[in-house]
Structures are given as C-alpha cells and as structure tokens.
C-alpha cells in the first residue's frame, strides 16, 4: 500500500514554490491597490483585491511607475511565492496603473512630485546642437516611428549620424529597457549631440512607460540633451515635460533637429548672390569714390597751380620793373663817382670832379665844369 509522503514544514514551502515556479513563473494580476505603504524608502507591500479575495504583494520601490494611491486598479507581473513566516504573497515585478482614468491619476500624482522638485523648469532645458552631428536613437526598431524618422533625417540631412538602441517602448518591461537604453547612450563614450526617444500614438497604458518615474528621472538626469515624441499631440507625457526637445510625433521631431539641405542649398546660392551684388556695389561705389577724390583732387590742384603761376607772374613783372636795366631802356642814365658810388643828387658834386654815366649798353666818363 502506496503511502502519502510526509512533509515538514519548511520542506512543504520548498515543495510548493518548486511546484508553483514550473507552473507559474510570472502571472499578470489586476485588481484595487489597498493598504498600500513603503517601508524604510526601500520595501513595498500592498493588499490587490477584488470583490471576493485579497493577496498580500510585495517588492521594491525601484519598480514603481510613481506615486500610488489605495483604491487605485492596477496591474502587476509577480512571482506567487509560498514564505516560511510570512505566508502566500506575490513577488512583484512591476506595477502599472489600469485604464486612462488611473493612469491620469498616477500621472498627476507624480508630476506634483517632480514639479515641486523642479524638474519640468524651463531653466534646466538645455539647447540642441544644431545641426546636430550625431545622434543616440533609442525607439523599436522595424516600428513605424523608426523608419519615419530614419526616412525624414535621411531626406533633409544624411550627414547625421545615427546610433540606434532597440528598446521597448510598451508595456511592463519598457521603463527599465527605456532607462537601461539612456544610461548605455551616456556611458558609451561617444559625444552624442543628443539622445532622442521615439515611438508611434498609442492608448493611454501604451503611452505608460512614458510617464513612468524612473524614465522621467533618467531623462532629467541625462548629461547628454534628450528629445522626446511620442505622436500623440492631446496629451502630453511627463518625460515630454522633462526632457530638453519635444515634439508632437517622430516626423515633427526630425524636421526640427535637422534642416532640409535642399533649402540650406538654396539659401547658400542665394547668400552667396548677395554677397557677390553687394560686393561688387561696395566696388563699383569705392571707384566712383576714387574717381571723383581724384578729379576733386586734380581740379584742386590745377587751380593751385593757376593762381600760383599768376602770383609768380605777378612777381617777376614787378622784378623786370624794377630792374634798373629796364629804366635805362626807357632814356634814363646812372651817375657815379670815381669810387662807383650811385650819385643821386648834384649838389653832390664838385667842379672838375670826374664821373660815370652808365647807359643801357655802355658808359661813359665826364667831368663836371
């Protein structure tokens, strides 16, 4: 006769969480948060209940989406768990609010928190390069919203460079791949002009991870600039809130970090044009310039010379009148003594003294009687 195996206490745990892990190793649990409280800024213990049973859960603050309250529906991924003292509780994983109603809620709850810390200031926005020389994308890949903002950049301006991290951008697990994803951006040693996350519209639980606080911290706290759309223009999330660039949808975000080439193009043709035009009026303007300084100048110059040719003439016409040879011409004679003294009066002279008398083209000698 078969008999029943016998258990210890402690050996009936280690039997039942062996059983239970094989048979669920993680299960998804909905119900109203209750008793909800977090010990030493570390543990977290709630009731999840429903009409007709209560379970005891438990786990860490480090994968809250934010701030809680009881009464709240939520959803939790757990281990069910068997413990020696404490009883049978679930081990969660994550939690995240259900319905737009409650995520509305958390979402507020937790921008109240981070407001009042000053992450959403204006003042902590840093600027974009721009154009930006390479770029961390963190989003889907093969999602829609990648391959419109990997078509976009290319079309405006393929010298962007682009890394992309695949990541998750839904549902429980894409809080922790998101932050994971800009940590790695930040850490891997390449000067990202910035890190830009992306996904396509969705619901309110699609859009979840994007109010999530561990993603809004990360986000703040990011030392290389971070852009967010997310394509859905009614509500905003908070990482929008926080982060430096926002944008309505993957698309706008793209034409905003990078500008068209085509119209740069068009702008340095044209700027060049100008640049020619005005350049050669500031030429042609200085020749005219030069042209007339130097026909002022010769003008100037000419009458200078006019009016000092005149004075000179002027001059040397007195000079000729003046000159005694010019007197002579005109029937005049100089007298003088025997020592060549001019002799300008003849009561000067004496009886018998001899004298010169100088004409235009000779002299002569003679003596007074």
Not at 299 to 311: D, G, I, K, L, P
Request: charged share 25%.
């Amino acid at each position: 006769m078969n008999q029943d195996p016998i258990f210890s206490p402690s050996e009936f745990v280690d039997v039942f969480n062996q059983s239970i892990e094989y048979s669920f190793p993680f299960v998804t649990v909905e119900g109203e948060l209750s008793n909800f409280r977090v010990s030493k800024n570390r543990w977290v213990y709630f009731d999840l209940k429903d009409d007709e049973a209560t379970v005891k859960c438990f786990g860490t603050v480090y994968m809250l989406p934010g701030p809680l309250e009881d009464g709240m529906l939520v959803r939790i991924v757990c281990s069910p768990r068997l413990h020696p003292q404490f009883n049978f509780s679930l081990n969660v994983q994550s939690i995240t609010p259900v319905g737009e109603g409650q995520l509305a809620k958390a979402a507020e709850l937790l921008f109240k928190k981070l407001e009042a810390e000053g992450l959403f200031l204006v003042e902590r926005k840093r600027e974009v390069p721009y154009p930006p020389e390479s770029i961390c994308l963190i989003t889907s890949l093969g999602s829609a919203a990648h391959a419109d903002f990997m078509k976009i950049t290319a079309e405006r301006w393929p010298a962007l460079k682009i890394s992309t991290i695949d990541s998750l951008v839904q549902g429980a697990n894409a809080p922790e791949q998101i932050v994971e994803s800009i940590d790695k951006a930040n850490k891997s040693g390449i000067n990202y002009d910035a890190i830009v996350l992306i996904r396509g519209g969705g619901s309110a639980e699609d859009l979840a991870a994007f109010s999530d606080e561990r993603v809004v911290r990360t986000i703040s706290a990011s030392r290389i600039p971070t852009c967010v759309a997310i394509g859905h223009e009614i509500d905003e999330s908070l990482a929008e809130l926080a982060c430096d660039l926002r944008a309505s949808t993957p698309s706008n975000l793209a034409e905003l970090l990078v500008p068209d080439k085509q119209t740069e193009q068009n702008w340095l043709r044209n700027s060049k044009m100008q640049t020619s035009l005005a350049l050669g009026s500031v030429i042609k303007r200085a020749k005219d310039y030069l042209s007339n300084a130097n026909n002022l100048i010769n003008s100037r110059m000419a009458r200078m010379f006019s009016t000092e040719n005149e004075r000179l003439n002027s001059y040397s016409e007195r000079l000729k009148l003046l000159n005694p040879k010019t007197i002579l011409k005109r029937g005049y004679a100089m007298v003088k003594d025997k020592n060549g003294k001019l002799i300008t009066k003849g009561a000067n002279l004496q009886k018998g003294e001899s004298v010169d008398i100088i004409f235009t083209d000779t002299s002569r000698r003679a003596e007074i009687i």
